[in-house]
T-cell receptor
Framework: QQQVKQSPQSLIVQKGGIPIINCAYE??????FPWYQQFPGKGPALLIA?????SEKKEGRFTISFNKSAKQFSLHIMDSQPGDSATYFC??????????FGQGTRLTINP | DSGVTQTPKHLITATGQRVTLRCSPR?????VYWYQQSLDQGLQFLIQ???????AKGNILERFSAQQFPDLHSELNLSSLELGDSALYFC??????????FGEGSWLTVV
């Protein structure tokens, strides 16, 4: 019940495309769903987060869509750029601190 | 820069040896977390300390131990090292109830 399943493992998109990364969780007690972005040689950095009282949250070119009944959430990156190439991790937890991470998605944006 | 400082950045050691990884949390953060990241396991939560006390335990091996000192810095001790312990070890910190911020990690290679 503590797993967070993330897909795909890797994704290649052309510049300007909209990569979508999906995550599914099992524990209905989870109430905090962040996405972290990690560049090579760096630690994960918080990108955007959502709580289950809303179905969508946008910050700049990044959007989280949340489906509470399906226990799924996804990250969309609008107008993707080569600089967005990184590994993205979804996470879920009871509060911002007790996080379970997905396995990560390696995203490549081709020029 | 997240404000979380980890040392050393890289470490190469032999099997059977013991190493200590050090972490200074962001100013004012009382919680410190340790995560292990390997290629096939993603981000695995090891242990959390809050103001010097152990708060939560994850998939931490008995050969590993951690502590948080009165000045809030933390150390992760890894002993009887095996080849499979080679990984990137992240420290993270947070204020109570707030977002977790990661350091840049300590690369451990066991040869």
């Amino acid at each position: 019940q503590q797993q967070v399943k993330q897909s795909p493992q890797s994704l290649i998109v052309q510049k300007g495309g909209i990569p979508i990364i999906n995550c599914a969780y099992e524990n209905t007690a989870f109430d905090y769903f962040p996405w972290y972005q990690q560049f090579p040689g760096k630690g994960p950095a918080l990108l955007i987060a959502i709580r289950p009282d809303v179905s969508e949250k946008k910050e700049g070119r990044f959007t989280i869509s949340f489906n509470k009944s399906a226990k799924q959430f996804s990250l969309h990156i609008m107008d993707s750029q080569p600089g967005d190439s990184a590994t993205y991790f979804c996470a879920a937890g009871e509060g911002a601190q007790k996080l379970v991470f997905g396995q990560g998605t390696r995203l490549t944006i081709n020029p | 820069d997240s404000g979380v400082t980890q040392t050393p950045k890289h470490l190469i050691t032999a099997t059977g040896q013991r190493v200590t990884l050090r972490c200074s949390p962001r100013s004012g953060d009382l919680s410190v977390y340790w995560y292990q990241q390997s290629l096939d396991q993603g981000l695995q939560f090891l242990i959390q300390y809050y103001n010097g006390e152990e708060r939560a335990k994850g998939n931490i091996l008995e050969r590993f131990s951690a502590q948080q000192f009165p000045d809030l810095h933390s150390e992760l001790n890894l002993s009887s090292l095996e080849l499979g312990d080679s990984a990137l070890y992240f420290c993270a910190s947070s204020a109570l109830g707030n977002t977790i911020y990661f350091g840049e990690g300590s690369w451990l290679t066991v040869v």
